[in-house]
């Protein structure tokens, strides 16, 4: 008998099985709606108690259930769901455990499509959506309230980058009878075991680092045994799927993760600590780093890092800010993250309801993708250096420090 396997050989064999398939390495794609019986005992046999039309293409195929199985074991979760995006995920990971009444909980620090969708949506729905200070701890029990139903984290916020004690949000939580719920896109099961920490539902956007390619939309939600019922029906209800193509390139994307997310997270390392150190750049938001306000909780609670940080630059005059990104030559400027390639995006100031975050420069947002990480470094240094000469031009270089 083989002992337990490590993380990069259980993502290679895991989620497959070739005697299925004509012998077939990778699960086929399958493609289709409907779904015959033979007989009419199997029809009967295929339904389940809460759902008698289980037999249809809208539930799931071999492929899915082959990435669903594959990212459950992941987790360390019971079950898990795909959906047709990360938000799609998120939302209707949220909307499974609330009803009219409920209040949820979530950190200042959340992505800003689910911060928008808790303003705007919940409240349509008579639920109360209440934010937090991300790095709050044990103290979220003085918000808990008799209807709080859902308590949200991400680790570390969008943008920001800040942690958050998720251990001891959990056990606030629990204790007042809600669920935890938590998006991991950035870290991925690989770095954060989110069922060991507490988490009833962990989220992510497999568009990221899981399809690795920036070539498909996808996310998947994982709960324990506690809350998959809940997270089932809710997307069973809604009548959430995905094709069978992008759940086949999520699959081909997770067995080289582990190689990958090494690269990301060693070669973003690089960057922030030289980013660190130029006189444009007036703080690098990297939980992996010793400096970093968050570094103690990256520490104890995650088993790595990935490519995603951000810095605030210095105040500058727009030409000298646009010369830097323009002069970008490996970093291509776009949303999302997790590909094999490297990105920017300038941000704006992030939007706050409980804890101020004060912002004096421009916000950039890197993605350190899977080019030579010295090759980035002199990208980012030519560039800086562009802007740099910008100022001495406009008379600024002496008030920069350069």
């Not at 071999?62 to 990435?67: D, E, K, S």
């Not at 969708?117 to 808990?144: C, H, S, V």
């Not at 909780?297 to 500058?316: V, Y």
Request: some cysteine.
């Amino acid at each position: 008998m083989l002992k337990k396997l490590q993380t990069c050989t259980e993502l290679l064999h895991g989620g497959r099985d070739p005697a299925l398939h004509g012998g077939m390495v990778n699960v086929p794609i399958y493609r289709g709606s409907t779904v015959l019986s033979h007989s009419l005992e199997q029809w009967e046999s295929r339904k389940q108690p809460d759902n008698p039309y289980a037999s249809y293409g809208r539930f799931g195929t071999p492929t899915t259930r082959a990435l669903e199985e594959l990212v459950a074991d992941m987790e360390g979760g019971y079950r898990s769901l795909v959906f047709p995006s990360g938000l799609a995920a998120c939302t209707h990971a949220i909307m499974s455990v609330l009803s009219s009444g409920d209040h949820i909980l979530l950190p200042d620090s959340v992505y800003g499509p689910t911060r928008a969708f808790a303003q705007n949506t919940l409240a349509r729905f008579n639920i109360a959506a209440e934010f937090y200070a991300p790095d709050i701890g044990a103290g979220i029990g003085a918000l808990l309230r008799p209807n709080t139903r859902l308590v949200y984290v991400e680790a570390p916020g969008s943008g920001t980058f800040e942690m958050q004690d998720i251990p001891a949000i959990a056990e606030q939580a629990h204790k007042a009878g809600a669920y935890v719920a938590m998006d991991n896109t950035w870290a991925t099961p690989l770095y954060f075991k989110p069922f060991e920490h507490g988490v009833d539902i962990s989220i992510q956007a497999a568009t990221k680092y899981l399809i690795g390619h920036s070539d498909a939309l996808l996310g998947v939600a994982t709960a324990n045994e506690h809350a998959w019922p809940l997270l089932r029906k809710g997307a069973h209800d809604f009548g959430q799927t995905i094709g069978p193509d992008d759940i086949f390139l999520a699959l081909r994307g997770i067995r080289t993760l582990p190689l990958r997310l090494r690269q990301h997270w060693d070669t973003g390392v690089k960057l922030a600590q030289m980013l660190a150190q130029h006189p444009l750049v007036a703080r690098v938001m990297h939980p992996a780093l010793p400096g970093d306000p968050g570094h103690a909780l990256w520490k104890r609670d995650f088993l790595g890092a990935s490519g995603l940080f951000a810095i605030e630059t210095i105040p500058m005059p727009a030409p000298a800010f646009a010369r830097f990104i323009d002069q970008l030559r490996l970093f291509g400027i776009g949303l999302s993250w997790g590909g094999y390639e490297s990105l920017v995006l300038p941000m704006d100031a992030p939007k706050r309801s409980a804890s101020p975050f004060e912002v004096k420069g421009r916000i950039v947002r890197i993605h350190a993708g899977l080019e030579d990480s010295q090759d980035l470094i002199a990208d980012l240094q030519q560039a800086l250096q562009c802007a740099s000469d910008s100022l001495a031009v406009s008379g600024q270089a002496v008030e920069a420090g350069i």
